[in-house]
Structure formats: structure tokens, C-alpha cells
């Protein structure tokens, strides 16, 4: 079948971080994503590496990684995890022997073989 007409644009949204991401926020980050995701087709996170990261914001982002993917949408960050972020990967396991997708997502490269 053939489609007529311009192509269909993803719609997208920014969404930033810059303060406190633990279990204390994580309820209202949640709602949020959620609320975005009702609104748009994909989003780019931005974590300032000044931002204050425990597990349950990874927590969180992996299961937002699995609901868009169910829900045809993206999920993704604008930049390699760095800062708190990546010390929070680090210290959780979440880089070692992680799959591809997953090393692309958090670290934006390839994983070495």
C-alpha cells in the first residue's frame, strides 16, 4: 500500500532535569513523563550532571524505556549519562554486561566486544 500525502512527523518534547531526581521527586517525575507521553510521541531527557540521581530515577527511566517502546513511542537522552547519573549506572550494575540497546541509550555508544 501506498501512503499519499507528506510523511508523519513524530511530535517531541524536551524534558529537563536540573535538581533533585531520588525517591523523594520520583512520584511527581513519573506523573510527568506519563503526562508528556500522553501528549507527544517522543521524548529527549536532559539530566544536568549537577542533578542529584539515586536508583529509583533509573529505575524509572528503564521502565519509561519499556512503556514507550510498548506504546510505539521513544524515549531517549540528549546526551551520554555523565555526572551523578553515570555514577548511580555504575554503582547499580547497570553497565555491566548490559545489553546493547541498553549502553546506547545511557552512554550513546556502542558496547566494546
Known sequence: MRMQGPPLELSSANVCFSDDITIRAIQDVWRDLLGRFEATD??????????????????????????AQDR???????????????????????????P???????LHEEQAQ
Open 72 to 98: 510505539g513511542k521513544t524515549i531517549s537522552l540528549a546526551r551520554p549519562a555523565t555526572g551523578g547519573l553515570r555514577r548511580v549506572l555504575d554503582r547499580a550494575g547497570f553497565l555491566t554486561n548490559a
Open 42 to 67: 517522543a521524548l529527549t531527557l536532559i539530566i544536568d550532571d549537577d542533578s542529584f540521581v539515586d536508583l529509583s530515577f533509573v529505575q524509572l527511566i528503564a521502565s519509561a524505556r519499556l512503556y
Open 100 to 106: 546493547p540497546d541498553a549502553v546506547r541509550f545511557w
